[in-house]
């Protein structure tokens, strides 16, 4: 158990790789940096040479990728924020492989709390945004009085609620995972945690990024109305 604790406490430790003058540059912010040369490489790679006649089977397989991002998170979206669906591929796509880097010997930058409360400031900055401009300021203003007056001091406070939950939720689920895997390892050790690693580095990578995604499409939604 005292092993078991230890390895927490690491995980949770935000390492410094290196400085930069008065700033300390973490690993978590390293990895995303990784994580974004990646997705930014790939990228460039899938988008090279395009055609409009007789295109490559990669120009093929960009143009899928692209138009399952879209349809995929314009259904979350609806039909007045198709605009934003761009930033949720990007969110998704990034979270997604941030949450998988693991498998490489990396610590996903996820297990950061700092990270998680940088995309839930961001998705929630862009869901009052979106607000604002869906109904004007005023509009904007007017909405958190409904549906009664009585109400406004609990929509004001989701201002921060909804940042928390999010950032929370992602930050919990990544941790909760490792943890139930080291439980794991510790009542059986051998085969039955390389089948459970890989459903949690795999699929539940990819649920998380799914779900934060899914709640910040649907805030926008809802503000968008």
């Not at 700033?23 to 995303?32: D, K, L, N, P, R």
């Not at 950032?167 to 139930?180: E, K, Q, T």
């Not at 051998?190 to 499409?217: C, H, K, M, N, R």
């Amino acid at each position: 158990m005292e092993e078991f604790t230890n390895e927490l406490i690491q995980q949770l430790h935000v390492n410094t790789v290196f400085t930069i003058g008065p700033f300390a540059i973490a690993e978590s912010v390293v990895v995303s940096w990784l994580v974004m040369a990646i997705l930014v490489a790939l990228a460039i790679w899938l988008t090279r040479g395009l055609k409009v006649h007789d295109p490559s089977k990669k120009q093929v397989v960009a143009e899928l990728i692209v138009t399952w991002l879209d349809s995929f998170t314009q259904s979350m979206l609806g039909p007045n924020a198709k605009e934003y669906s761009g930033y949720i591929s990007t969110v998704l796509l990034y979270i997604g492989l941030a949450n998988i880097i693991g498998i490489f010997g990396l610590k996903p930058p996820t297990k950061d709390l700092n990270v998680t409360i940088a995309l839930a400031l961001m998705s929630i900055v862009l869901i009052e945004v979106s607000g604002i401009r869906a109904k004007g300021c005023k509009g904007w203003l007017k909405s958190f009085a409904q549906p009664m007056a009585i109400v406004t001091p609990i929509n004001i406070l989701e201002l921060v609620t909804r940042p928390l939950s999010l950032c929370m939720r992602l930050f919990g689920n990544v941790l909760g995972a490792f943890v139930i895997m080291e439980l794991i390892k510790m009542v059986v050790p051998v085969i039955i945690p390389s089948i459970f690693s890989l459903y949690f580095d795999f699929f539940d990578g990819f649920i998380q990024a799914y779900v934060f995604v899914f709640l910040t499409s649907l805030f926008i939604a809802e503000a968008t109305e």
